[in-house]
């Protein structure tokens, strides 16, 4: 990758910094609330405490790219007279050296007028930032680490995490917003490939500047690493800082839906434009009286999926296409995740989306379709996105509609890493050319813990041609279409498509495939068994706060959980699960659940404000789990799986009536279709375990998701007079393994030789 994009800190540093950070959010919290009379204004609070530290922030920053250009924070309170948020910001940018830097500050958004306490003021708290710096770097504040103090700022906000009463909306709001920033590596890597044609050995290529989009820009990472590329550019070495500014005004947009995040994008452009003229020697200090062009109208805060398709509504946004480069890290948020916070938005998706038209979709694919659409012919778009829509039944429509109006240059996974670090997705670079062309795609996958900076680098090295180290194949055009992107060893896919046309799908058999139960409050209805207590009772503790306490054991039920179940052994599991339900499974009512179980009714009282915040949308009983049909009344034996492990983990469960989370995924074959040990065998042999790296998402090493709708796709062999007895020999193995009669090493054999059939079975050598 380039050399003057910034060079990563160490996570562990950063995150060390960032707890300095909010414990002194804490802290000036604390004495701002000891100063308010009467019921404090916590979110006003909290905010203005945020607006201060960022103050100091951006001070620091600026300080140690060019220590006169601003005076110490500590001097600018003492002789100012700021006595709210605003006015210090205004002093601290009337102070500045530079036109070009106060503009900075006069663009915090902070206009709340706010008043700060005298002794939140006299506080050291600007001499405490710049330590929790010193944490991360004695040297330099790199521009990713603002977006890291925003994020923190998000999912731990004052008013609710320090204060105690907020809302649980307002923990979620990072989550919910799919708020995670991509690291500084991978932003490098796609901002250099999407800009690489643009600009050829640091000289402007034709139709300079090019016009780049990041539609979900956060803090402006990507915005920032393009626009320090196109300042480092031959040509605008030479330009004075009003000419420089003017040539981001003109190449550089962005979207986002966090207000703050927007502000943070349109400061930190002006301060990296800024931070160039330093650093190549200009006089910034004479440009007084310079007309500075707005990014108002270039980081605007609007939902990108909402806006009018290009041409733009001017009226609802300002931004307009075409664009040479589109980059950026959508959100990823799940349909179900929509459904819980903007179930009004699901239906507008369904008819202005091709990608949601129909079945489950995430909200990535939204960006990519919109975004190419708005992409010129030859442009390019460069995104860091979940894998999921590579193998999966529901990215479909999304792999048919690049494949009819893009060419796919790249595609980079990282398959046992975990890239962002704090969410447990699973990642892709997906680099596109729009327009078609017969050139192939270059696919890799980079593997280890130095995956994400040091694979990426040695992939750069090696842009032009094969690199076993870096895992790099190439995979023809016609390859990629609606079916699943399989990339990779040629002999491997062979086996594989092999075995998927070796049988019949599971979803066309006399199968049920379904998921277990939810409970919509997992944290209320789910207790863990202590023991068993007197006079019929248990004795439980609660999940979220650890308190034990006795309730009837009529009003509970066994429910296994994924991470219960291993190969072939029995379900055990110590979960219970409130259960209010009649023996014919009716839901009790309220005045019966009382009466009945007092001790039942009495814990589920005591949280009935988080269970009727947590229902009032689906119109359920309070009291009531959410999940439908809880009997289990079939008379077959069914096949059970955590749908989050390492794979080859079904087992058989013949219990009636037992509850299985919505972690576990099901599996029960209709009475007389074949035995379910013949099945059970197959789904834990080598075979199935192809089918699983596959065809199913990965969130670590060798972990998988046991989707249930990829689930259906799998073929299965039926036994047939040719394979009947090789079908039969699975069965008696997995029913062995089952009895648990085999020591250790026979179990082990029992289970290779188990492998060994079901390759044959398949024609898989």
């Known amino acids: 990758m380039p050399a003057n994009h910034e060079p990563p800190i160490p996570y562990e540093r950063v995150a060390r910094c960032l707890k300095y950070i909010h414990d002194w ?56 007279e700021a006595g709210n948020v605003q006015d210090l910001w205004t002093a601290v940018g009337q102070s500045a050296s530079s036109p070009l830097l106060a503009a900075v500050f006069r663009t915090t958004g902070a206009d709340k007028q706010v008043p700060v306490p005298d002794n939140v003021l006299d506080s050291p708290w600007p001499e405490r930032i710049g330590e929790a710096l010193n944490l991360m770097s004695p040297m330099e504040v790199p521009y990713a680490f603002f977006g890291d103090f925003h994020q923190m700022c998000l999912a731990r906000p004052l008013e609710a995490a320090f204060f105690h009463f907020g809302t649980l909306e307002s923990q979620q ?65 030479s330009l004075s800082a009003w000419e420089r500014l003017k040539v981001i005004a003109s190449a550089v947009f962005g979207t986002d839906i966090d207000e703050k995040a927007v502000g943070w994008t349109r400061r930190l452009l002006l301060l990296a434009v800024w931070e160039s003229c330093v650093q190549d020697g200009l006089d910034v200090s004479d440009a007084k009286g310079i007309g500075l062009p707005s990014l108002d109208r270039n980081i605007v805060c609007v939902d990108f999926l909402r806006f009018a398709d290009s041409p733009a509504n001017l009226e609802e946004c300002p931004i307009s296409g075409p664009f040479d480069a589109i980059i950026g890290g959508p959100p990823f948020i799940r349909l179900q995740d929509l459904h819980r916070i903007q179930p009004d938005r699901i239906e507008e998706y369904r ?85 078609r062309s017969a050139r192939p795609t270059r ?7 130095d995956a994400v900076d040091r694979g990426l680098r040695r992939l750069h090295s090696v842009r032009q041609g094969k690199s076993t180290e870096a895992g790099v194949c190439w995979s023809p055009l016609e390859r990629l279409g609606g079916d699943p992107w399989l990339c990779g060893d040629a002999e491997r896919e062979a086996c594989s498509t092999k075995m998927e046309r070796a049988g019949v799908r599971l979803g066309l058999l006399p ?38 306490f006795h309730m009837e054991s009529e009003a509970l039920r066994p429910i296994t959980r994924g991470r219960d179940i291993k190969a072939y052994l029995p379900a ?152 009947q007895s090789t079908c039969e020999e699975i069965a008696a193995l997995a029913r062995e393994l089952c009895e648990g009669s085999l020591e250790a090493r026979d179990r082990q054999d029992a289970r290779s030789q188990i492998d060994v059939l079901a390759k044959a079975l398949y024609g898989i050598t």
């Open 25 to 80: 959010r804490e802290h000036l919290a604390h004495a701002w609330v000891g100063r308010v009379r009467g019921i404090p204004d916590t979110r006003t609070i909290g905010d203005a405490v945020d607006d201060l530290i960022s103050l100091a922030l951006l001070v620091e920053k600026a300080r140690r790219t060019s220590p006169g250009s601003v005076p110490p924070l500590r001097d600018v309170i003492a002789s100012s």
């Open 173 to 237: 709001r990072r989550r919910d917003w799919g708020a995670h920033y991509t690291p500084i590596p991978i932003v490098a890597y796609l901002v250099h490939w999407a800009l690489g044609s643009q600009i050829v050995g640091g000289v402007p290529a034709h139709g300079f500047p090019p016009r780049i989009l990041d539609p979900s820009c956060g803090c402006g990472a990507f915005l920032i690493a393009a626009a320090q590329t196109l300042l480092r550019s031959g040509t605008l070495t």
């Open 351 to 435: 008819r202005r989306f091709a990608t949601a038209g129909g079945g489950s979709f995430d909200l990535y694919m939204l960006f990519i379709e919109k975004s190419l659409c708005l992409l010129r012919e030859g442009g390019r778009l460069g995104f860091s996105v979940s894998n999921s829509f590579l193998r999966s039944t529901s990215g479909r429509r999304l792999r048919e509609l690049i494949a009819e109006v893009a060419t796919v240059d790249e595609m980079i996974e990282f398959p046992d890493a975990q890239v962002y670090p704090d969410a447990k997705v699973q990642i892709v670079l997906l680099c596109l050319s729009k327009g």
């Open 443 to 449: 696919y890799a996958r980079l593997c280890g813990v």
């Open 511 to 548: 199968v049920e495939i379904r998921s277990g139960v939810s409970t919509g409050n997992d944290k209320v209805f789910l207790l863990q068994f202590v023991r068993d207590g007197p006079d019929g009772s248990v004795l439980v503790r609660a999940r979220e706060y650890g308190e034990t």
């Open 572 to 723: 055990e599991s110590t979960t219970l699960c409130v259960f209010p339900y009649d023996k014919n499974g009716e839901p009790l009512t309220e005045q019966a659940l009382r009466e009945c179980f007092p001790a039942a009714y009495g814990y589920l009282q005591s949280r009935k404000d988080r269970l009727m915040a947590a229902q009032r949308h689906t119109g359920d009983a309070w009291w009531v789990p959410r999940f439908r049909n809880p009997q289990n009344t079939a008379s077959t034996p069914r096949l059970i799986a955590g749908k989050v492990a390492f794979g080859r983990n079904f087992t058989l469960d013949t219990r009636q009536g037992m509850l299985c989370h919505s972690t576990v995924a099901i599996v029960q074959p209709y009475p007389d279709a074949f035995s379910p040990y013949y099945l059970l065998g197959i789904l834990n042999s080598v075979v199935f375990w192809l089918f699983t790296q596959r065809r199913m998402p990965a969130i670590g090493p060798k972990r998988y998701i046991c989707r249930v709708l990829t689930l259906k796709e799998f073929p299965l062999v039926l036994p047939e007079s040719a394979e």
